[in-house]
């Protein structure tokens, strides 16, 4: 990856999570949104040119001091609209034996279908170990689920969806 591409975009980061995804997770939000699902519980997010610019090596490094980070999320924002970056990241964790979680907006097939021409988008599905996708939707508003926010939404077990051609969705408990 070049040095221009080690840069991203972040709303902010939250160092010991349990809410989003199973275990001791890294949280990066990123900034930017096309998505704007009323209701979002980061709005804030959604500017393209709000947040902070960061390292992308000082945020993986700064993971990788804590012992008991199980894994990275990455939500946002939307993690595929700087998917260079998010790719980068996610292929450290992984590199470093934690697991990926990716929130998107976006559903898998679409995902699917933007990475036959972005190799970006190609490699951040392919480094994340899970994808919880769809937008949120206020009428599917649930607090009895795990992970998600509304009915809508699945969790994609990756590595099974694309070895299969078809997406494989999982319960959160199999987290």
Do not use: W
């Amino acid at each position: 990856m070049d040095a221009s591409k080690k840069q991203i975009r972040i709303s902010g980061i939250i160092k010991e999570s349990i809410t989003d995804g199973p275990g001791i997770r890294y949280v990066i939000f990123t900034q930017g949104c096309p998505h704007h699902c009323p209701g979002c519980h980061n709005p804030h997010t959604f500017a393209f040119d709000g947040g902070t610019i960061a390292d992308c090596d000082e945020i993986i490094n700064d993971m990788l001091s804590n012992p008991l980070t199980s894994g990275l999320t990455l939500s946002g924002g939307e993690p595929f609209v700087q998917p260079a970056t998010t790719a980068y990241l996610a292929k450290r964790a992984r590199e470093n034996n934690l697991n990926v979680i990716t929130y998107t907006g976006y559903v898998f097939e679409e995902l699917l279908k933007k990475a036959q021409s972005d190799p970006d988008v190609k490699s951040l599905i392919e480094n994340s170990d899970y994808i919880i996708d769809g937008p949120y939707l206020e009428a599917y508003r649930s607090l009895e689920l795990r992970f998600r926010g509304s009915k809508n939404q699945r969790i994609i077990d990756v590595k099974k969806s694309l070895l299969e051609n078809k997406v494989i969705s999982i319960n959160e408990n199999e987290l």
